[in-house]
């Protein structure tokens, strides 16, 4: 089955950076091509958001909270996305999950079927 796995989360000072990773396995190169990836985040108390995603072709869509300072991109050949994350503010804390689903990109983290275990990003 597919499995998901976030790294590169920590804690950061505001105005720092980090590089999240998601490996997927499982899916053989050629297939995870054709798949949307997302990253989410959820901070205590509030609802899960939709951070970044990346279809098949290399589009790329953010949320208004994140554009301008955090970039997705994918590498195929390796089976990972990452998330480039600048600027960082403290309400950029939460965990962040990589999901991934066989269709179109969404917002809404419920029409992907498969998730990681998320990472910790506090910045503080």
């Known amino acids: 089955h597919v499995q998901l796995v976030e790294s590169g989360g920590g804690p950061v000072q505001p105005g720092g950076s980090l590089r999240l990773s998601c490996v997927a396995s499982?899916?053989?190169?050629?297939?995870?091509?054709?798949?949307?990836l997302g990253w989410f985040r959820q901070a205590l108390g509030k609802e899960r958001e939709g951070v970044a995603a990346?279809?098949?072709?290399?589009?790329?869509s953010y949320s208004a909270s994140v554009k301008g300072r955090f970039t997705i991109s994918r590498d195929n050949a390796e089976n990972t996305v990452y998330l480039q994350m600048n600027s960082l503010k403290p309400e950029d804390t939460g965990r962040y999950y990589c999901?991934?689903?066989?269709?179109?990109?969404?917002?809404?983290?419920?029409?992907?079927?498969?998730w990681g275990q998320g990472t910790q990003v506090t910045v503080s």
């Open positions: 999901a991934s689903r066989g269709d179109v990109c969404s917002s809404d983290g419920n029409r992907y079927p498969y």
């Open positions: 499982a899916y053989i190169s050629s297939t995870f091509s054709r798949y949307c």
């Open positions: 990346i279809d098949a072709e290399g589009s790329t």
